[in-house]
Nanobody, 122 residues
């Protein structure tokens, strides 16, 4: 069973920085892209950032461009979301969402972790 653990959330003041981590464990044969989302209570899930399976192509929501950076040690390693110049509107729960195939014959599936809370005060 694939297990995801997000960490690194916390409370910071506006302008501060945090680094979120997404660690995976279990039967992982191959990893595809890594995606980060966030979701505030009562709101729809929002795409934040992604990196492709080769760790070469990244994509960001307009609201975080220039402030957030998505990284990964290697396709099977820990993923990160570096967040700088945080704003109060970044306050919410963040989720990593990697594509993982557990065996050579299985299709890639998207997995969700439990989320990590980020709170930015003004």
């Amino acid at each position: 069973q694939v297990v995801l653990v997000e960490s690194g959330g916390g409370a910071v003041q506006a302008g501060g920085s945090l680094r979120l981590s997404c660690a995976t464990s279990g039967p992982i044969w191959s990893a595809g892209g890594l995606f980060w989302y966030r979701r505030a209570p009562g709101k729809e899930r929002e795409f934040v950032a992604s990196i492709d399976y080769k760790n070469q192509i990244t994509d960001y929501a307009d609201s975080v461009k220039g402030r957030f950076t998505v990284l990964r040690d290697d396709p099977l390693g820990t993923g990160y979301l570096h967040m700088c110049n945080l704003k109060p509107e970044d306050t919410t729960t963040y989720y990593c969402n990697p594509e993982i195939a557990t065996t050579e014959s299985d299709p890639y599936r998207r997995y969700w972790g439990q989320g990590t809370q980020v709170t930015v005060s003004s």
